[in-house]
């Protein structure tokens, strides 16, 4: 894997240590390769169609940059936050959740994401780190929410947490329906702010980075990093399910430094 990632532009303690991954750096080919067709795509989903052994591979660079094997999760687009104590096993699937938390050095934490949301998160003062996958079901379901209650029991304080929005699908790029805008307002009038309708009767563009944030701030966060990056519109850097279908996963990583 090369040096090309993104890196969080946040004030986190010097012990955390996150990245996002981009599409460049690997093996893959096709829809999974680079953007002009070539091969070298670093997609790390291995349930995106991609060749087993180019994940395989892909993953085995993603690992030289890393201090263990990360805590890999298969997520559903639901709100279930996973407390990563010990060594991610060796063998079988992996468990099903859609966010991680931990305060164990070198536990690496990681969201796989192609236009969803990667959400990172450390505690300015106790060594607790977070990262959550929030597309628009799971952050209306309360994915964040719950991920910070997690971290709180872990002895995290919402006052003193710092959030990163990594590479996400963007407020120009992101059309929704009435039963998307409808899920946030209900919730919360201000968000209909987030929202911009278009000329097609109950179509609407959503930004989803905005709609993080807000609940981020209401959650207590007094320090919300956006990216700004969008993944629809940088097909050289980022994959995006939106734009293409058939596509690979970046991946967004968290961990405490030893």
Not at 148 to 165: H, K, Q, R, T, V
Not at 183 to 202: E, I, K, Y
Request: charged share 20%; proline share 8%; hydrophobic share 45%.
């Amino acid at each position: 894997m090369n040096a090309d990632a993104v890196f969080p532009a946040w004030r986190a303690p010097d012990w955390v240590r996150a990245l996002s991954s981009t599409r460049r750096g690997g093996v893959s080919e096709g829809p999974w390769g680079l953007a002009d067709g070539r091969t070298g795509g670093l997609n790390l989903g291995t349930a995106c169609g991609d060749d087993p052994v180019a994940v395989a591979e892909n993953r085995r660079r993603l690992r030289e940059r890393l201090p263990a094997e990360p805590a890999w999760l298969r997520q559903v687009h639901g709100c279930r936050v996973l407390r990563v104590e010990d060594a991610p096993r060796a063998c079988g699937p992996p468990p099903v959740a859609d966010a991680a938390v931990t305060s164990r050095p070198g536990r690496v934490l990681a969201v796989q994401t192609a236009d969803c949301l990667p959400v990172l998160f450390a505690d300015d003062r106790r060594e607790v780190v977070g990262a959550a996958h929030a597309g628009w079901r799971g952050l209306a379901g309360g994915v964040l929410e719950a991920t910070i209650e997690a971290m709180c029991e872990l002895g995290a304080s919402p006052a003193s947490l710092l959030a990163w929005i990594g590479p996400g699908i963007g407020p120009r790029a992101f059309e929704v329906g009435d039963d998307v805008r409808d899920a946030f307002v209900a919730q919360d009038d201000g968000a209909g702010a987030c929202f911009v309708p278009l000329a097609a009767p109950g179509k609407w563009l959503a930004d989803l980075p905005a709609l993080a944030a807000r609940r981020l701030s209401a959650a207590g966060l007094a320090t919300v990093v956006p990216s700004g990056l969008c993944t629809v519109g940088d097909p050289q850097r980022f994959y995006s399910y939106r734009r293409d279908g058939q596509c690979g996963r970046m991946v967004s990583l968290i961990w405490i430094a030893r």
